[in-house]
């Protein structure tokens, strides 16, 4: 009786993780640590909390019975959920590149699968070993599946945005939209098949993988393009700086202006802080480069270094000074992101 319990369990949670474990491995630029993915399996989980008492009201408020309302409402909600947490990663600026915005949206859907079938084992413990099967090869990968293929539309169309200028930077809701709609419509059509729950399973085992790795490749040679040109731009500017001139370019000649205004010490100070902004970019991107090789390297006492020269030149400035300047600096949120990552493996070196 314990075996098979404990094999029910097994089949119901651990094959989405499994499938997790995979994509994180295929991961050429090793964006996402283990501390990472734990946290978005919470997050995930949580969603999935919140969403058995709003399902519990709504079943017993709408006179549609369980079946439609499984296949017709819950949908809507589910995907909502989930995607709300996606939304607040995207807003908070931890997301970079599809690659890292496919895996977190896996994640998330993972998280919230296994909170609800831990909720389903534990009200139907009599169900049969075919229930569990379906549930971690079917559900469990459509609920990472969807959430994935929401992000990764969303970064598509926040693409052009995350890439400019931060002090630029307009958040869109509507970036999420046609990923929510495609997730709830993939949703909605493996929940019409409860009386052939196989079926739907295979959908789910066969599409999922073959989609999402299009989109990992897609992700991966994207990345490598932009990492490659933006790296030549960062390294550009820094040549510029370091020869005591400001670069050529609309961020150039308005901090130009504004250095007129400071005076020699603040113009010193604001072309080091962007000579070294621009190195700790270049060196996450390069580094970023040297992981895809599979020879990733950096010195961690020069970026610590560089880290506690930026706070202290950002203190030297001044508040209203660094205020102007910071938001005419020509840095994405993107490249922001990328020193985030740098940091974050300056912390596990």
Known sequence: MLIA?????????????????????????????????????????????VAYP??????????????NYSRFVAPWIEEALKAIVMIALFRFNRIGYKLDAVISGFAIGAGFSVVENIVYLTIFPSYGAG????????????????????????????????REAAGDFDFHYWWFLPGYLIAVAIHTAFNQFPDRP?????????????????????????????LTAEHAEHEA?????????????V???????????????????????????????????????????????????????????????KRALGKSTFAAFNAMLPFSRNDYWEVSELRQRLGRN
């Not at 399973?201 to 490598?224: C, S």
């Not at 820094?238 to 370019?249: C, H, K, V, Y």
């Not at 020699?264 to 991107?285: D, F, I, S």
Request: aromatic content about 8%; glycine content about 8%; hydrophobic content about 55%.
């Open 54 to 67: 709003i399902s519990g009201q709504f079943i017993d408020t709408l006179p549609i019975g369980f079946s």
């Open 5 to 49: 319990e404990a094999a029910h369990w097994g089949l119901a949670l651990i094959p989405v993780l499994v499938m997790l474990a995979i994509f994180v491995w295929l991961d050429a630029f090793k964006l996402m640590s283990l501390g990472e993915i734990l946290v978005l399996l919470v997050l995930g989980g949580c969603a999935a909390v």
């Open 251 to 313: 961020a150039g000649r308005k901090i130009a202006s504004l250095a007129d205004r400071v005076g020699p010490e603040g113009t010193r100070r604001m072309r080091r802080y962007w000579e070294l902004q621009a190195w700790l970019v270049a060196e996450a991107e390069e580094t970023m480069l040297e992981e895809e090789a599979g020879d990733a390297s950096f010195d961690p006492a020069e970026v610590r270094s560089a880290l506690a020269e930026l706070a202290g030149l």
């Open 237 to 249: 500017q820094i040549e510029a700086l370091r020869a005591g001139e400001w670069p050529n370019s």
């Open 131 to 162: 229930t569990w099967l379906v549930r971690g090869l079917g559900t469990a990968v459509m609920h990472g599946t969807t959430l994935a293929i929401l992000a990764a539309i969303a970064h598509e169309l926040a693409e052009r945005e995350t």
């Open 198 to 226: 196989l079926l739907a399973m295979m959908g789910a085992i066969v599409v999922a993988p073959i989609a999402l790795i299009a989109i990992f490749q897609f992700g991966t040679a994207e990345a490598e393009r932009w």
